[in-house]
């Protein structure tokens, strides 16, 4: 078994590139989307947290024809937590991302991608104000494809992490969710 996956992947590495972005070529990614199934974990407290809308832009950088890095900022809109009487928390992700293409030869789903996020998660609340909020890691893991030439579509899990320091403790947040993002690529 383990040798026919190898074949598979060893064949589909091969015939790529022939297929890929030229190397050195550039995307700009403008998308927006929900966050859908959100969890808040504070101190081993779970909540759900309501769907939000996001809005953000990406870069990538064809280093191979078909490895692309950048850079990336989305915004997610506050959102209410349940059990935490009214709390209302939105993030502003900053990070790097990877993907590696596979065309797929078809007209329509031109091609589909791993994606990975790693960046900086900055925390905003409605809260009093005796309680300050730590920013912390921010990470995504996700499948992308793009429709049509210039049409993005992504489903990404993300997990957010940072601390709320308030009196008479400090507690941790976790905050998870699955990201539908649609959007549209210009290419340079």
Do not use: C
């Not at 947290?49 to 191979?64: E, I, L, N, Q, S």
């Not at 609340?125 to 309680?131: F, G, K, R, V």
């Amino acid at each position: 078994m383990r040798k026919v996956v190898l074949a598979v992947l060893l064949a589909v590495a091969l015939v790529a590139p022939v297929f890929a972005a030229d190397e050195g070529a550039m995307e700009l990614d403008i998308k927006a989307g929900f966050n859908v199934m959100g969890n808040g974990d504070i101190d081993g407290h779970d909540a759900d947290v309501d769907p939000a809308f996001t809005a953000g832009v990406d870069f990538f950088y064809y280093v191979m024809p078909q490895l692309a890095i950048g850079a990336g900022v989305q915004y997610v809109f506050n959102s209410e937590m349940d059990k935490s009487d009214g709390l209302k928390i939105g993030w502003t992700n900053i990070y790097t991302q990877a993907k590696y293409v596979f065309e797929t030869g078809n007209d329509v789903f031109n091609n589909i991608y791993p994606l990975v996020h790693l960046g900086y998660g900055i925390l905003r609340t409605d809260a009093d104000e005796d309680i300050v909020d730590s920013n912390g890691l921010y990470w995504g893991i996700g499948v992308g494809t793009t429709i049509k030439e210039n049409f993005v579509f992504e489903l990404l899990y993300s997990n957010s992490n940072a601390t709320f320091i308030g009196e008479p403790s400090t507690y941790d947040f976790k905050y998870s969710a699955l990201q539908l993002k649609v959007g549209y690529k210009f290419t340079f």
